[in-house]
């Protein structure tokens, strides 16, 4: 599809005004005529990026997950671990559900993003769209919803302060590529036309919800 065009109209996510939605140029958005709400956004560069990125984004997250975090120095003695070590050790220490959290938000949801988005763009290729596609593209939203690499990265820096009076702390490779992931989930979601897909979806008529289109659709899953 060259041009982004919605041919049912489509209600605003804020208002419910009901419009229809005119080409938007790469790099450019369409917003609400009554809320200014943006309701269309065509990403710029080309359409194998967001693939790209998240096969980068798979790679690092091994990475990121075999490597060890930081190496820990003290009177002789020295450890290291990994993300999903550091939440084992938590559960064994006694703090399960302080483990669980962070093997769900660290390793389970951002790898299940990775997996889903992985999975869909690769169908998004096909010709017609697999219908499939429309239930992960339902889910892998609420991956990235639980996926907090940033909220992780935050504490590990506060706890190298705090710990760094008292031992010598170096930054491992997992460290920084757990850094790198932070950059490509927003880049994966900016560069990523969730609405074009949306509309390249063939629907059987038992498959639309009662009242909606293929465009409100669209716009309901709008970043």
């Known amino acids: 599809m060259s041009e982004y065009t919605l041919l049912s109209p489509v209600a605003c996510p804020d208002c419910d ?4 939605i005119p080409p938007v140029p790469p790099g450019d958005k369409a917003c609400c005529t009554r809320c200014g709400c943006v309701i269309a956004r065509k990403p710029a560069g080309s359409r194998d990026l967001p693939l790209v990125l998240a096969i980068t984004a798979a790679i690092v997250f091994v990475i990121a997950n ?18 999903a070590g550091g ?5 064994r220490e006694g703090q399960e559900l302080t483990g669980i959290l962070v093997a769900v938000c660290a390793v389970i949801a951002p790898g299940g993003y990775i997996a889903f988005m992985l999975t869909l763009l690769l169908g998004a290729r096909r010709t017609p769209v697999p219908i499939w596609v429309a239930a992960m593209l339902r889910w892998v939203h609420h991956f990235e919803t639980w996926s907090m690499l940033e909220v992780m990265m935050l504490g590990i820096l506060v706890a190298l302060i705090k710990i760094a009076q008292l031992a010598t702390v170096h930054a491992g490779i997992g460290m920084y590529a757990v850094g790198a992931l932070i950059v490509l989930f927003p880049a994966i979601v900016v560069s990523f036309d969730v609405r074009e897909l949306w509309q ?24």
């Open 17 to 20: 005004l009901l419009q229809r």
């Open 66 to 83: 075999t490597s060890p975090l930081m190496d820990l120095s003290a009177v002789g003695r020295s450890a290291s671990t990994t993300v």
């Open 87 to 91: 939440a084992l050790e938590m559960f």
């Open 200 to 223: 390249r979806l063939e629907w059987d008529d038992d498959d639309v919800p009662a009242g909606m289109t293929a465009g409100n659709l669209a716009a309901d899953r709008a970043p």
